[in-house]
């Protein structure tokens, strides 16, 4: 059950910059005795890695040979476990085709061992996960959740829901959603930029005495600019000769 949402092995379709994986990282936190265990997909795609983060998760010595870690994993994952698996695009290794080690590997131990395996890709490759070239290797996972239209796939901006219920919990007038944060949240960075204004905010109001942020900290946190640190034209770079 994750975000109150049953699954039995899912996939999950986010934004770059939706707090996915912090929301998985809180999830975990949660469930922090050793049934959930959440990953960043390896950056070189390859299994070895992608196992080795596991066992590593589990708090297991990462063994070289290929038996001993497969065997390791094995008595650590059963049906009662969830692996998190962020980013998993990266596992996609287009030069291999139809052969992909990891993904292959993923779906055996799932047939075999049945533990709860949550997959997040980026939306940007949705459009991979569902080209010709990909489609049929990765429908026997899109099969194994009840199609296309069982994908959860998170909106790509945060909704005007959220912006409100992020404003009540800072406690902040209830014009500060439509006014400043329905607008950060559709900059660059999304909802990223929305917590990054609201900390400044924050500490603008606590320099003032202020006890909650005001929406003068809100205008003042939404025209901050960071200080140059670069030298200025007109600026002497070299010291006094």
């Known amino acids: 059950d994750f975000l109150g949402i049953k699954f039995d092995s899912p996939i999950i379709i986010a934004p770059t910059g939706g707090q996915t994986s912090e929301s998985f990282k809180f999830y975990q ?3 922090n005795h050793g049934q959930v265990i959440h990953i960043e997909a390896p950056a070189n795609g390859r299994l070895t ?10 708090h297991v010595g990462e063994w070289k040979l290929e038996r001993r870690r497969e065997s390791e ?10 692996l998190i698996i962020d980013n998993a695009q990266v596992l996609y290794l287009r030069a291999r085709g139809n052969d992909q080690p990891a993904f292959n590997w993923i779906r055996e131990i799932y047939d075999d061992k049945r533990p709860t395996i949550i997959l997040k ?3 940007e490759f949705l459009q991979d996960l569902t080209s010709a070239a990909a489609k049929g ?11 296309l239209g069982s994908l959860l796939k ?3 901006y945060a909704p005007a829901a959220d912006l409100r219920c992020i404003a009540r919990a800072f406690k902040l007038a209830p014009s500060a959603a439509d006014t400043f944060l329905h607008r950060w949240s ?14 400044r905010a924050l500490e603008l109001a606590k320099a003032d005495g202020h006890d909650r942020i005001t929406l003068d900290d809100l205008q003042a946190a939404d025209e901050y600019v960071p200080p140059s640190t670069g030298t200025g034209e007109g600026e002497d770079e070299g010291g006094a000769a």
């Open 29 to 31: 936190s949660l469930n």
């Open 49 to 58: 890695a992608l196992q080795g983060k596991l066992l590593e998760a589990y």
């Open 73 to 82: 994993l094995r008595e650590h994952v059963n049906e009662a476990r969830t």
């Open 121 to 123: 890709f980026t939306e």
């Open 137 to 147: 290797y990765f429908e026997q996972f899109i099969g194994r959740m009840g199609g």
């Open 154 to 156: 998170l909106p790509a």
């Open 186 to 199: 559709r900059q660059p960075g999304r909802i990223r930029i929305v917590f990054d204004k609201l900390q």
